[in-house]
T-cell receptor, first 113, second 113 residues
Framework: DAGITQSPRHKVTETGTPVTLRCHQT?????MYWYRQDPGHGLRLIHY???????DKGEVSDGYSVSRSKTEDFLLTLESATSSQTSVYFC????????????FGPGTRLTVL | QKEVEQNSGPLSVPEGAIASLNCTYS??????FFWYRQYSGKSPELIMF????GDKEDGRFTAQLNKASQYVSLLIRDSQPSDSATYLC?????????????FGRGTQLTVWP
């Protein structure tokens, strides 16, 4: 998985609790992305980062926040988890924002009860 | 209108046949196109990318791009049961320096022996 790890790999939580997912890369790539994947919707971009402390919103950012204090780590936080945030979350990295392809981590399966 | 449209399938072909996967897009400013393969329960993995009109071949895979007609396709020759997966089409728009990709919902391919 191109030197990308995600933690935890599986998590079950309750509605209203905060949840943080971690993406860690060893490739020193500048760009990092968080996606969610749901049946019938495909991959949808939540947030992305183009450098330390530089982040921007994707198409489904409501209810999520991110932080990137180091090149290698990109954190996704659900401030107050809801059942609609039950999904599989993928992190991806890219060396360049221009022509380089994205490589995906193994994913985190999150269930919000 | 979604940025990227794919027939969700399922597409079923016999072993040894050619599988043809198609993708259309709405924004003529789209510049780069990517095909990912995703096995059930796994993360997407990049198969090919194509930037220029025409064909690009890599082993048993051929990507075809027609910007005038706004479609991109992936041909898999000599299909094998191990090719059974969901294939995701993605694109990057012209001027996107942050590497944002737009994904289709994927086409499920089954290759039967």
């Amino acid at each position: 998985d191109a030197g990308i790890t995600q933690s935890p790999r599986h998590k079950v939580t309750e509605t209203g609790t905060p949840v943080t997912l971690r993406c860690h890369q060893t490739e020193n790539h500048r760009y990092m992305y968080w996606y969610r994947q749901d049946p019938g919707h495909g991959l949808r971009l939540i947030h992305y980062s183009y450098g330390v402390k530089d982040t921007d919103k994707g198409e489904v950012s409501d209810g999520y926040s991110v932080s990137r204090s180091k090149t290698e780590d990109f954190l996704l936080t659900l401030e107050s988890a809801t059942s609609s945030q039950t999904s599989v979350y993928f992190c991806a990295i890219s060396e360049s924002g221009r022509d380089n392809e994205q490589f995906f981590g193994p994913g985190t399966r999150l269930t919000v009860l | 209108q979604k940025e990227v449209e794919q027939n969700s399938g399922p597409l079923s072909v016999p072993e040894g046949a050619i599988a043809s996967l198609n993708c259309t897009y709405s924004d003529r400013g789209s510049q780069s196109f990517f095909w990912y393969r995703q096995y059930s329960g796994k993360s997407p993995e990049l198969i090919m990318f194509i930037y220029s009109n025409g064909d690009k071949e890599d082993g048993r895979f051929t990507a075809q791009l027609n910007k005038a007609s706004q479609y991109v396709s992936l041909l898999i020759r000599d299909s094998q049961p191990s090719d059974s997966a969901t294939y995701l089409c993605a694109l990057r728009k012209r001027g996107s320096t942050l590497g944002r990709l737009y994904f289709g919902r994927g086409t499920q391919l089954t290759v039967w022996p």
